[in-house]
């Protein structure tokens, strides 16, 4: 028997979508929460840059903060802007 | 050490000791300690350049604030280079400093300063005696790095006038690698080296 799908309707994906599965910054998975998080999910929210690069919030705030001169994005260094 | 720092290192430390660059041998990493603060880098002089064949070994502190702020790298292994300290082994590299990104790891900063081994820029110098040689004396500059690459870094080019003239200035009773610096500093001018030696 051949089975032909004629439909498909994405009903919803577990992955987080993004430029990588790992944050640029601390190196962990999208899917944990940062190293100063206990538990993945909202407490931990992912955040985007205009440039389409995507962060922990936790981790991009950090590296925001630390950096003297201009907020550029870590990974590209264009102007750091979040995504609305 | 804080948390972030210390994951980071431990999961950087996985991706170099595995990466291609390390089994081609170009670079090395290694722990000197348990808490992943300190560690020992090394990379492969590359290949066209006065460094070819030479290994040269980096100090790496990594700070608490890691990676929000840069590694702080020095080279152990003396070296003749614009932008690297003769003395200190400091090193003049924008990524260790205002250009560094949290996205950068040490497998970069370590492919980074081969690169920097490659390509001087003796317009922004780490030490103005080396760069103003590279500018001046290119062939001068050149054999001074391949003779200091083979007296440190297990080099295998022998610049034979060279090693006579520091045993030269030796026999005269001055130590060997002060003798060395200042042959260096003066072009291999005997006259003016010594001069330099007792001054
Ligand atoms: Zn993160
Ligand atoms: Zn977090
Ligand atoms: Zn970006």
Redesign the interface.
């Known amino acids: 028997m051949k089975v032909k799908i004629k439909s498909w309707t994405a009903v919803g994906t577990w992955e987080w979508v993004s430029n990588d599965d790992t944050c640029g910054i601390c190196r962990m998975s999208f899917e944990a929460c940062c190293p100063d998080c206990r538990t993945p999910g909202d407490d931990c929210p992912l955040v985007w840059g205009e440039c389409t690069h995507c962060f922990h919030i936790h981790c991009i705030v950090k590296w925001l903060q630390s950096s003297q001169q201009q907020q550029l994005c870590p990974m590209c260094r264009q102007e750091w802007k979040f995504k609305e | 050490m804080a ?2 720092a210390a ?2 290192i431990q ?2 430390f996985r991706e170099v000791i595995k990466s291609e660059e390390v089994a081609k041998c170009h670079i090395k990493l290694e722990l000197k300690n348990d808490e992943y603060t300190e560690l020992k880098g090394e990379i492969a002089g590359p290949p066209d350049t006065p460094y070819d064949g030479g290994v040269f070994q980096l100090d790496i502190i990594i700070p608490e ?1 890691y ?3 840069p590694p702080k790298v020095k080279f152990i292994t003396k070296i003749w280079h614009p932008n690297i300290s003769s003395v200190t082994g400091a090193i003049c590299l924008d990524i260790l400093k ?1 250009q560094w ?5 040490l497998r970069t900063v370590l492919l980074s300063l081969q690169a920097l081994l490659s390509a001087a820029e003796p317009d922004d110098p780490q030490d103005a005696v080396v760069a103003r040689q590279y500018k001046e004396q290119q062939s001068v500059f050149r054999q001074t790095a391949k003779h200091w690459t083979y007296i440190y870094a297990k080099g295998p080019h022998r610049e034979a006038e060279l090693e006579a003239k520091v045993s030269q200035l030796r026999g005269m009773g001055f130590e060997e690698h002060k003798a060395r610096v200042a042959l260096s500093t003066c072009d291999w001018n005997i006259q003016r080296a010594t001069d330099h030696l007792i001054s």
């Open positions: 948390n972030i994951q980071r999961r950087e604030t990676p929000f702020n205002d990104a949290a996205a950068m790891t």
